[in-house]
């Protein structure tokens, strides 16, 4: 079963701050966060692997509470490069080993 | 750029038809997974190998097959095409095989099945 991803998109202005949300009803060990941009491959953003522990990339971030079983990713001062549609991934346990499975996706769209 | 390298780019085959999709890991990746994405969908996962074992088989049709060589490389054939195959097909590798390890993806192979 995949990650549930909020929301499913969001429209922001250059400037302004965003949150995408993912969680699991199975327990998360770790969380990827990944960027795809239409018609382009994933492009791998960062690995939070343990709870309560934040990383951040450029002006993004992201905060893993595996408690709660969810990430956040926290997108700040949005720029148009940040337009694209973001996949939180994880490994879950499947019928055949450990599968590793992404979100729906949330599509961000930062307007000038 | 990646360092993962698929072919061919884009594919345009008639249902009932077999393919075959290759794709070069980057150098010192172990890990290599496909995954299916549909038009404007998710990414769907369907199968990992590890140093050219199986490691693990998401929602792979039985018509599909893969496979992963000594060189590493690995190849995903699809048979008996129907319509609804038509999607867009990444290949992506990590060094390790578990989740603490990014997953670099190739740019895709975009099948049309007519």
């Known amino acids: 079963q995949q990650p549930v991803q909020s929301p499913q998109a969001v429209i922001l202005r250059e400037g302004e701050d965003a949150v995408i949300n993912c969680s699991s009803s199975?327990?998360?060990?770790?969380v990827h966060w990944y960027r795809q941009k239409h018609g382009e491959a994933p492009v791998f953003l960062m690995i939070?692997?343990?709870?309560?522990e934040q990383k951040g990339h450029e002006k993004i971030s992201a905060s893993f509470n595996e408690k709660k079983q969810q990430s956040s990713l926290y997108l700040t001062a949005s720029q148009l490069s940040y337009s694209g549609t973001y996949f939180c991934?994880?490994?879950?346990?499947?019928?055949?080993?450990?599968?590793?499975?992404f979100g729906p996706g949330t599509r961000l769209s930062v307007l000038p | 750029d990646s360092g993962v390298t698929q072919t061919p780019k884009h594919l345009i085959t008639a249902t009932g038809q077999r393919v075959t999709l290759r794709c070069s890991p980057r150098?010192?990746?172990?890990?290599v997974y496909w995954y299916q994405q549909s038009l404007d969908q998710g990414l769907q996962f369907l199968i990992q190998?590890?140093?050219?074992?199986?490691?693990a088989k998401g929602n792979i049709l039985e018509r599909f097959s893969a496979q992963q060589f000594p060189d590493l490389h690995s190849e995903l054939n699809l048979s008996s095409l129907e319509l609804g195959d038509s999607a867009l097909y990444f290949c992506?590798?990590?060094?390790?095989?578990?989740?603490?390890?990014?997953?670099?993806f190739g740019n895709g192979t975009r099948l049309t099945v007519t």
């Open positions: 992506a590798s990590s060094v390790q095989a578990g989740n603490n390890s990014p997953l670099h």
């Open positions: 199975k327990a998360l060990y770790s």
């Open positions: 939070l692997l343990k709870g309560g």
């Open positions: 991934g994880t490994e879950q346990a499947g019928n055949y080993g450990q599968n590793f499975v």
């Open positions: 150098s010192g990746d172990l890990s």
């Open positions: 190998y590890y140093n050219g074992e199986e490691r």
